[in-house]
């Protein structure tokens, strides 16, 4: 949603819920851990009143432990946290967890995969970046196709339910390939709100794969 257009905001969301993507993407930025400020839980909590799919929040927050109650009240259903923010990231997890929503963590694009290996097993969701986050609209770093095959062979080993999703310079252009490579979840926003066609971009993109179960 942050290649949105806000001063149309319910037009934008209306336009999601009649298309065919599966959820809403939310990147809450606090201008401490990426250069950036974007919304909290106030303009969640006011998506999620229009809102008629998921709210999948992604927190790009330092301590973010402090506020996943709050992001779940505002009617977050998944919740991700960066490993970079989280020295006790097995906490963490459990923490989104126990107040009923799916558990994400994130990795920037130069965290190596291996910092997941011990906790694979109880993540719902890992979130590739593949920009560095901060802002939209950014280029695709295509080091993220390897990086998303060693995370789904890492996934398998552990028989963990985790979905793959990327995140930054998704779009047409690259989506087969990342889902080749073990995508489940792709993060459109530029390529999408930029679109003369939203709806088609969308249908377009989902095309490459038949959607999945939440
Ligand atoms: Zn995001």
């Not at 806000?6 to 851990?33: C, K, P, Q, Y």
Request: proline share 4%; charged share 20%.
């Amino acid at each position: 949603m942050l290649a949105a257009d806000f001063t149309r905001l319910a037009e934008e969301i209306d336009m999601v819920n009649r298309s065919e993507a599966d959820w809403f993407h939310l990147d809450v930025m606090d201008g401490r851990f990426v250069p950036n400020i974007t919304f909290g839980m106030f303009i969640i909590e006011a998506i999620g009143r229009l809102a008629r799919k998921p709210l999948d929040v992604h927190l790009m927050i330092v301590e973010p432990e402090k506020y996943i109650e709050s992001f779940r009240k505002a009617g977050a259903e998944v919740i991700t946290v960066h490993a970079e923010a989280c020295p006790h990231l097995h906490r963490t997890i459990h923490q989104i967890k126990e107040c009923g929503a799916k558990a994400g963590v994130a990795l920037n694009p130069h965290t190596p995969i291996q910092i997941l290996e011990n906790v694979i097993e109880h993540i719902d969701l890992v979130c590739i970046m593949s920009v560095n986050p901060g802002f939209g609209g950014q280029k695709f770093i295509y080091q993220t196709l390897p990086k998303v095959r060693q995370l789904k062979e890492m996934i398998d080993t552990y028989n963990s339910m985790a979905l793959i999703e990327i995140d930054g310079g998704v779009g047409l252009h690259n989506a087969e390939s990342l889902l080749q490579a073990g995508a489940d979840v792709l993060v459109a926003g530029s390529s999408v709100f930029a679109a003369s066609d939203p709806e088609a971009t969308i249908r377009q993109l989902k095309a490459f794969k038949a959607g999945f179960d939440f």
